[in-house]
């Protein structure tokens, strides 16, 4: 009796210390102190301190999410000298909202930003990685028909929704 016993103790207590090594802990170990989401933000942009104003409901504790305070022609405003930049719709996805805005100069796609990537544990993550490959494909194909990234199927479909929005409204679609 005592080596079953043994045995059974010894494979639980195997089965826990595997459990708490494997143990992944938050990117923010400190809940409630900042956004404890992802803000993307390409280079050459600034984030703004403020959350973007939005026509549609956020809930009380939404993150606020970074963008560039550059005006956009979705707006009326205008960007650099030869350059116009337009803002694609919020494109809301299971795993949260996806928009981006791109500059086009000369008839072509100079820069596309994602202003909006879904957040949080492992949707942070994903977008970390998926964006700037997204943002690579559109640039490169210079239009929204770029490649899925594995893994990130939801937040491709939506940034590729809201590229062709952006390029429709810009007279690129």
């Known amino acids: 009796m005592f ?5 059974a103790a010894l494979l639980v207590t195997t089965v826990a210390l595997v459990l708490l090594i494997s143990f992944k802990t938050p990117d923010d170990p400190l809940p409630g102190r900042g956004d404890g989401g992802l803000a993307v933000v390409e280079r050459g942009t600034t984030p703004s301190a403020a959350p973007r104003a939005s026509a549609r409901p956020r809930p009380t ?3 606020a999410r970074a ?3 550059a005006p956009s ?10 350059a116009t930049t337009v803002d694609g719709p919020v494109v809301d ?3 949260g909202p996806v928009q981006v805005r ?4 000369a008839g072509r796609i100079g820069d596309v930003v994602a202003l909006e990537l879904p957040t949080g544990r ?3 993550q994903i977008s970390s990685y998926a964006g700037p490959i997204l943002r690579q494909e559109a640039l490169q194909a210079q239009s929204a028909k770029i490649d899925t990234v594995s893994g990130a199927t939801y937040t491709s479909d939506a940034y590729a929704r809201s590229l062709q929005a952006a390029l429709d409204k810009a007279g690129l679609g």
């Open 3 to 7: 080596p079953r016993r043994g045995a």
């Open 61 to 63: 504790d939404a993150p």
């Open 67 to 69: 963008t560039s305070p």
């Open 73 to 82: 022609a979705a707006t009326g405003g205008a960007g650099t000298a030869g």
């Open 93 to 95: 996805t299971q795993f």
């Open 102 to 105: 791109i500059d086009v100069t």
């Open 122 to 124: 492992h949707s942070g």
